[in-house]
């Protein structure tokens, strides 16, 4: 029997050969191995009927034997492989025997056989608790009607002896105990926690660091993703040439970014891009998922695989005016754990979720993440937070694996191959079940697949806290469960998982449930399956009417008057509030993952794309304006732009009236759906690193060019069909019809930004429409085609604020509109924007692009409005 002896981690395992073994993170898999650079199902060995085979299954850091990267590979007793990384990544060490007593045996080593067993430990007896606290509730009031004993709820320590829950690490367990959750919820009641920067005490509470690095005097130690750093870190956050440590002559360590696409952080601050830190033992480095601590002369690091705590202690959120709308919520959860947030229409729970991801800060209090404090180390742990907001944050029109790459490449840096991003869309396309779904149209999906969708898209960077909001809304009530046992899942894998939802259906498949009150407090905090009881009643439908009834009762009293509060809120909220303090907005800005170029190009060919795919929309882009130029043509004239006999042409003036608005209405309804209908995609794109500047770029360029085409075709139909004046002001005889499409084309482009406005100030894409006509009547207004502006006090200086009015003052300089139309009541009196001179036609369409580029002022400010509140700058 060719048995082989495999050695991983100090373990040994006698191998088969009439099966196969699984390698990775999956803890279904044979040899689980939790390091972050090892992919979820990462490689198999099996007996290949000659030899033991190992193969790598397309893992994103690779299986490297003897340095070199392999797909398939004989191994034998000797052999050594390195998962992850080709030096320091998890070694698996192949010998011909067994090693005695010690051996497991792989077949009968099930995956648990290397997680540590969970501690015995005093259970707390929910449903015990559950009836206390419904006695309690029902005694104090049937649950028909409030009574006045409700106002009192008993002090906490009459109802519960306090439980002192012992220390140590406990493993995580499906609805973990309360005392497994108090023992893991950082800074429990010791006043620390608050962060690290700076100030000594243990960065990660408990955590032991993942791997170790000497450094040495006179040696530079380079960190980056490519294999010729020192110190690998297979992070596709980081860059490949990234930051690196080394000695000053007086003995100390510095930390310097070699400019990182996504900054070196030292305590949660970032440093500048090339910039140095000199650093001591209470300094936390970070680069990517990594963090890093000088313990004497030897760097430890700390891979962050998702595997945090996460709290948060007296949110309280005001508004102006002095209301609260978040009141002192506390709450807090182990790794791996899956929270859901329930509570009636406007008891806070969007508010929490801003609070918590950061999106608009809270007040006063503190949130968590590994004991560290999020709002202060806000530029460095944003990147740890996937945040999927109700809408999808996808551009529908585009296939799953289309949206997926333009995402992956705004969000790694700049420096990531291709391929490198194809290999972590292929690995997060199989994690969610997506593969048989990746070249489909995001719209031929269902709501479930398409939520799915959009975790994808977070996962992508491998965030270890995950926020959902309403995840479930306007799913099939069949959805829910699908949705809720994926977040179950990812919870599971790793990670710590918050969703605000409606849905009450499948709230046992959560670890905690905080349920909100009106008024933006905690009405209950605990395990979901206890909270029914806790509040006394049998179905959720009866406790939210009682918080429409009882709206004034004091929820958040009677919470933290009960034994629950004890068990499982009591610890985090013996903290005394603080208030928050955000570092100065340079601090927190993050760096940007791609160079501001670099985002422009790829959002402009993911506009592109998107149009490309709906061919019905090009269709219209090349009708709407033909129709519109061939509308014009229908204004009888026997002399066109050119002056009849008598010298006046009033059609002429109304030719120029019809292809201007027919220009103002086309620029002007290309973008005024734009930017409201992708408003929740750049919400979140702009939190990872999006700039403002090139999104709204990359519009005015693609809805640039198509309007400047647009308004090519109505003038070309326009005026081709027409006669115009034998010589023009610029091109002289040879290029009139060009002359006068000039001010058509620019105008639609105006306009355009126009409708820009429209779309960054509504709240909801209806509003649009209306709004398109109003503009649209008031450039037919003013354009001064339909009544004399020239010499109306007011009237006339408001005109010079309207688009049309340039646009057919510059062709009016060319079709010398002062004869052709001249003023009704005084024909003497000529317009002076219409003056027929070179200098007129410059000032006239210097003044329409000068409007437009006002407009993207302007568009630019409202964009910030609807930006996350600590990216607004
Ligand atoms: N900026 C603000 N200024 C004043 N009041 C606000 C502001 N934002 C929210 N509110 C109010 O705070 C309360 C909580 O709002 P929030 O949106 O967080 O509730 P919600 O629980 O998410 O509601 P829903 O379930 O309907 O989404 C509401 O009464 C809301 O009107």
């Not at 690196?244 to 970032?270: C, K, M």
């Not at 402009?604 to 061919?615: F, G, H, N, P, T």
């Not at 010298?647 to 759906?673: E, Q, Y």
């Amino acid at each position: 029997m060719p048995e082989l002896v495999l050695e991983l981690n100090g373990r040994t395992w006698t191998l088969d050969p009439s099966r196969s073994y699984t390698l990775g993170r999956d803890p279904q898999g044979d040899l689980v191995i939790d390091d972050a650079r090892v992919s979820w199902r990462h490689a198999t060995i099996s007996w290949g009927g000659r030899s033991w085979v190992i193969e790598d299954h397309g893992s994103t850091n690779g299986t490297y034997v003897q340095g070199q990267r392999i797909h398939q590979m004989e191994i034998g007793p000797g052999s050594a492989v390195h998962l992850g990384n080709a030096t320091d990544g998890p070694r698996v060490s192949l010998t011909g025997a067994a090693t005695g007593a010690g051996a497991y045996s792989a077949q009968a080593a099930a995956p648990q056989a290397q997680q540590p067993q969970p501690q015995p430990q005093p259970q707390p007896q929910p449903q015990a608790h559950a009836q206390g606290a419904q006695q309690a509730w029902q005694q104090q009031a049937p649950a028909a009607a409030p009574h006045p004993n409700w106002q009192q709820p008993q002090p906490p320590q009459a109802q519960v002896p306090h439980q002192q829950p012992p220390q140590g690490h406990v493993p995580h367990q499906q609805h973990a105990s309360a005392q497994q959750y108090a023992q893991k919820v950082p800074g429990q009641g010791d006043g620390g926690g608050a962060g690290v920067a700076p100030g000594p005490g243990p960065a990660y509470g408990d955590r032991s660091p993942t791997t170790f690095h000497q450094l040495a005097l006179g040696r530079v130690m380079r960190i980056g993703r490519a294999l010729e750093n020192e110190l690998v870190v297979s992070d596709l956050q980081v860059s490949r040439h990234h930051a690196e440590f080394h000695a000053t002559p007086d003995g100390r360590f510095e930390i310097r970014d070699l400019g990182s696409h996504n900054g070196t952080y030292v305590n949660g601050q970032p440093l500048a891009k090339s910039g140095s830190a000199l650093i001591g033992p209470n300094d936390i480095v970070g680069v990517g998922h990594s963090t890093f601590r000088l313990v004497g002369d030897r760097l430890e690091e700390f891979v962050d695989t998702g595997e945090v705590s996460f709290s948060a202690r007296h949110l309280t959120v005001t508004v102006d005016g002095g209301k609260q709308i978040l009141k002192d919520v506390s709450f807090g959860v182990p790794e791996k754990s899956l929270i859901a947030v329930i509570g009636p229409s406007g008891s806070g729970k969007s508010t929490l979720l801003k609070a918590l991801t950061g999106y608009r800060p809270a007040n006063q209090g503190d949130v968590l993440y590994d004991n560290r404090n999020l709002y202060k180390q806000f530029a460095e742990l944003r990147q740890r937070i996937g945040l999927v907001p109700q809408d999808d944050i996808l551009h529908k029109e585009l296939t799953v694996r289309t949206a997926l790459k333009y995402a992956a490449k705004l969000r790694f840096p700049a420096d990531t191959t291709e391929q490198e991003r194809e290999a972590r869309i292929d690995e997060v396309l199989g994690e969610l079940k997506l593969d048989i779904h990746k070249t489909k149209k995001i719209t031929a999906l269902s709501g479930g697949q398409r939520k799915r969708v959009s975790v994808a898209l977070e996962l992508l960077t491998k965030p270890s806290l995950i926020f959902l909001d309403e995840p479930t809304s306007g799913l099939d009530p069949g959805m829910d469960r699908d949705v809720m046992q994926l977040l179950r899942g990812l919870a599971d894998d790793g990670r710590t998982v918050l969703v605000v939802t409606h849905s009450v259906a499948e709230l046992a498949l959560c670890d905690k449930l905080l349920v909100m009150a009106p008024g933006g407090s905690v009405a209950y905090f605990g395990p979901p399956e206890e909270a029914l009881n806790f509040f006394g009643y049998e179905t959720w439908a009866d406790v939210f009417s009682a918080f429409e009834n009882y709206r004034d009762y004091d929820w958040a009293g009677r919470w933290r008057g009960s034994q629950h509060y004890q068990l499982y809120a009591a610890d985090i909220d013996a903290v005394a509030a603080q208030s928050v303090q955000m570092p100065p907005a340079q601090a927190m800005r993050q760096p940007k993952p791609q160079g501001w170029g670099a985002q422009l190009w790829t959002l402009i060919r993911r506009y592109l794309s998107v149009i490309a795919s709906d061919k019905g929309f090009m269709a219209l882009m090349v009708i709407l304006p033909a129709v519109l130029g061939g509308l014009s043509t229908a204004i009888s004239s026997d002399y066109g732009l050119r002056p009849s006999p008598r010298g006046v042409n009033t059609s002429a003036a109304m030719i120029l009236l019809i292809m201007s608005i027919g220009a103002c209405f086309a620029g002007a309804a290309n973008s005024v759906r734009e930017l409201i209908k992708e408003r929740v995609i750049y919400e979140r794109e702009r939190a990872t690193g999006l700039s403002r500047s090139a999104y709204l770029m990359s519009k005015v360029i693609v809805l640039g060019l198509i309007t400047i085409v647009q308004g090519a075709i109505i003038g070309g139909i326009g005026f081709g069909l027409r006669d115009v004046p034998d010589e023009g002001l610029i091109f002289g005889s040879s290029l009139v019809r060009l002359e006068l499409t000039l001010p058509i084309m620019a105008l639609g482009f105006t306009s355009m930004m126009f409708g820009l406005i429209i779309s960054s100030l509504v709240k909801t894409a209806e509003k649009t429409m209306p709004l398109l006509v109003m503009f649209a009547i008031i450039q037919v207004v003013f354009t001064g085609c339909l009544f004399t502006l020239n010499g109306q006090v007011g009237l006339n200086e408001f005109s010079y604020l309207m688009p049309s009015r340039w646009a057919v003052a510059a062709a009016g300089t060319t079709a010398q509109l002062n004869v052709l139309f001249p003023n009704q009541d005084d024909p003497t009196e000529t317009d002076p924007l219409w003056d027929h001179e070179v200098g007129q036609w410059l000032v006239d369409m210097g003044a329409l692009l000068a409007l437009g580029a006002i407009c993207g002022v302007i568009v630019a400010r409202l964009l910030r409005r609807h930006e996350p509140e600590v990216m607004r700058k």
